[in-house]
């Protein structure tokens, strides 16, 4: 009888003792390598797999040689990146490594004791990443790095205002590298968590188990990095474990509300060093990105909601009235395809104006016609009374145009209350001037960008 029959024999009786589950997480990953003098020598991935065993499994592994005839006394583990590699889950699971899952007994948390990340949402993938002028080079930059191979820009950090898709590129990262790389350790956790981490670390005076884990993924993503922000010891820790990382040619990838350099409270090495690889930004997204997304999302609440239809006249209205964040853009049309299945009634605008009153009012733009006029006037060097003026001439009419297009999209007013703001004019004046406006968005690279750098000073 060899160590390793025994060994074979013992893993068979804990799988079926402590669940499958547990099995594959603990003791599939470990290689016997020899008994001697009362010691069994283990290979393990990590150490911490290797603590982890001891300290859970450590005396039934004991017990179970002493009843294979064998006297063992103490467990030792020696790290072994092969054993990794030959694991099935702790290295490398079928299953993506922070995948939602049903488990709820403790060999759930044994696995998130392994990698404390967050669970992965199964819906941001970059199928369903609508890409736009906004959002491209992120894109583009995630998708590169998700590709793998030589690590391209380390770090890459995403930073944008709130709901414009960071968590969703990098939930979209891990995805795909754990798809195309089974073997890889891809932690995603929030710059919270990794605070929470390492206190509980400095509390249980286990320091070194949090720096090894930490130390140990071939990925690492911490999601709104602003929140370490004036948080020191945490800085710190941080600042080394990126270090780690980075020097051992590990891919980091962190996402932030704002750009580095402008994140108060945070470290001015940490700064530096978060501006050594790749700084995307995610712009506020434009009324085409906006249409893009919603008409993705339509997908899905149609599936949902078969017998439910909707005017295309609503998607084009919120993508025009809902601009500050795709998470409540998404709620909207959510909320509408729910409130019309349940009375079963066709989505309009009258029926959107009803359903998302205090959603509306609470994107109204403060934004004044008053105001649109003003830095219309002041862009295109003209005077205010220009733009309610009879005049035609091209200099004149189209930045009036402009200004009353930026009215309808930017207020809720309607289209006879702007008509007589900009000198009595009819509301069919206002519809022409907002569909050539449109029009010329699409033609004309200059309008677009004056239509877009007014709103954004507008919006500021
Ligand atoms: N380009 C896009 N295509 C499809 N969905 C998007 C896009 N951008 C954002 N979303 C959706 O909007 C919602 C909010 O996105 P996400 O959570 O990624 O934002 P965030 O930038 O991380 O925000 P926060 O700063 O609040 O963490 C998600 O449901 C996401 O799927």
Redesign the pocket.
């Known amino acids: 009888m060899s160590d390793t029959d025994a060994w074979g024999r013992i893993c068979t009786d804990m799988k079926s003792t402590i669940g499958k589950e547990a099995y594959q997480s603990w003791i599939d990953p470990l290689a016997l390598h020899k008994i001697e003098q009362g010691i069994a020598h283990f290979a393990a991935p990590t150490s911490f797999i290797g603590r982890w065993v001891d300290r859970n499994y450590g005396e039934r592994i004991r017990s179970s040689f002493a009843r294979e005839g064998y006297s063992v006394t103490r467990l030792d583990f020696s790290v072994s990146p092969a054993a990794r590699k030959a694991a099935t889950p702790a290295g490398q699971r079928s299953a993506p490594l922070n995948a939602p899952s049903a488990k709820t007994t403790a060999t759930a948390h044994a696995a998130d004791e392994e990698l404390p990340g967050s669970p992965l949402d199964p819906?941001?993938t970059f199928d369903?990443?609508?890409?736009?002028k906004p959002?491209e080079l992120a894109h583009a930059a995630a998708r590169r790095v998700a590709e793998g191979g030589e690590v391209a820009f380390n770090p890459l950090v995403l930073y944008?205002?709130?709901?414009?898709?960071?968590?969703?590129?990098m939930h979209a990262i891990a995805w795909k590298l754990q798809q195309d790389n089974p073997g890889f350790r891809v932690l995603y956790l929030s710059a919270e968590q990794f605070m929470y981490r390492f206190v509980q670390a400095l509390r249980f005076r286990d320091t070194i188990s949090f720096k090894q884990m930490f130390r140990s993924v071939d990925v690492l993503m911490v999601?709104?990095v602003q929140f370490i922000a004036g948080k020191d010891s945490t800085q710190e820790e941080f600042f080394h474990t990126f270090n780690a990382l980075i020097d051992q040619n590990k891919q980091v990838i962190i996402?932030a509300?704002r750009a580095p350099g402008e994140i108060d409270g945070m470290e001015d090495r940490i700064k530096s060093r978060l501006q050594w690889g790749l700084v995307a930004d995610?712009h506020p997204?434009d009324y085409e990105?906006r249409l893009?997304?919603l008409q993705?999302?339509l997908d899905a609440q149609r599936a949902q909601h078969p017998n439910v239809t909707i005017d295309p006249k609503v998607i084009d209205f919120l993508a025009h009235r809902i601009s500050s964040?795709?998470?409540v853009?998404?709620g909207a049309l959510t909320r509408l395809y729910a409130f019309a299945s349940l009375v079963g009634r066709h989505i309009d605008l009258d029926m959107t104006h009803e359903c998302l009153t205090d959603l509306l009012r609470a994107s109204e733009r403060k934004v004044t016609i008053e105001e649109i006029m003003r830095k219309v006037a002041e862009y295109y060097h003209l005077r205010m009374n220009d733009l309610m003026s009879a005049r035609r001439a091209r200099v004149v009419a189209r930045p009036r145009q402009v200004a009353m297009y930026l009215a309808k999209t930017l207020t809720s007013k309607s289209l006879p209350e702007i008509g007589r703001k900009f000198g009595g004019r009819d509301h069919t004046t206002v519809i022409h001037a907002v569909k050539r406006v449109e029009e010329l968005k699409q033609t004309d690279s200059q309008i677009a960008d004056d239509v877009e750098l007014l709103r954004r000073m507008l919006e500021a």
């Open positions: 819906r941001f369903s990443f609508v890409v736009g959002n944008g205002g709130v709901g414009l898709g960071k968590t969703h590129l999601d709104d996402s509300d995610i997204t990105l893009g997304i993705a999302k964040n795709v998470r853009l998404e």
